[in-house]
């Protein structure tokens, strides 16, 4: 077993650089030119929305609009961008087309998302509660609760950083308790 697959050492990045090595190459220009037209389409609160419903199941269009509350024509159209994106794909059975996500690839990055806003608002992010971790008296958010659709279990590791974004809900209390750690 290699040092960069041996369980309990530190994940690299492709090409073989490891924590503290200086920047890499940059992914190829098409990559990323690929990356920004996904992320372009994940920009809307309605295909975002179609994408996290679709988190470990297929759904036909019209319970898609349904749960959404929308038209079943507007939600085709965001569906068919999604499609062109490859963030989704469909069966087709007897005359009912039914969408899921391709992978779990698409599937992390929609969990990423969504959990990074959860960061964003909450003391304690519902993906992080119902783990052993008592919530702190008079966190924001800290009703309790599992971590919901798209919770994968796993922590993120001593590295993460919990900035304040603009517009975050009492960022002055945060760096108070952050101050008294």
């Given at each position: 077993?290699?040092?960069?697959?041996?369980?309990?050492?530190?994940?690299?990045?492709?090409?073989?650089?490891?924590?503290?090595?200086?920047?890499?190459?940059?992914?190829?220009?098409?990559?990323?030119?690929?990356?920004?037209?996904?992320?372009?389409?994940?920009a809307d609160r309605t295909r975002l929305s179609i994408l996290a419903l679709l988190d470990?199941?297929?759904?036909?269009?019209?319970?898609?609009?349904?749960?959404?509350?929308?038209?079943?024509?507007?939600?085709s159209q965001h569906l068919a961008k999604l499609r062109t994106g490859n963030l989704v794909v469909t069966r087709r059975e007897g005359t009912s087309v039914y969408y899921r996500q391709p992978d779990a690839h698409v599937a992390a990055l929609v969990t990423n998302i969504l959990h990074n806003a959860e960061h964003a608002y909450h003391e304690v992010p519902p993906h992080h509660r119902g783990r052993g971790r008592a919530p702190r008296a008079g966190a924001a958010g800290a009703e309790g609760g599992s971590g919901g659709a798209g919770d994968s279990g796993a922590e993120h590791g001593p590295r993460t950083r919990h900035a304040d974004p603009a517009g975050a809900a009492e960022p002055a209390r945060r760096r108070r308790r952050t101050a008294d750690r």
């Open positions: 077993m290699s040092e960069e697959t041996a369980p309990g050492s530190p994940r690299r990045r492709p090409g073989g650089r490891g924590p503290g090595a200086g920047p890499g190459p940059l992914p190829p220009a098409r990559e990323i030119d690929y990356a920004v037209s996904v992320l372009r389409l994940l470990d199941r297929e759904m036909a269009v019209t319970a898609i609009a349904e749960v959404l509350d929308r038209p079943v024509p507007a939600v």
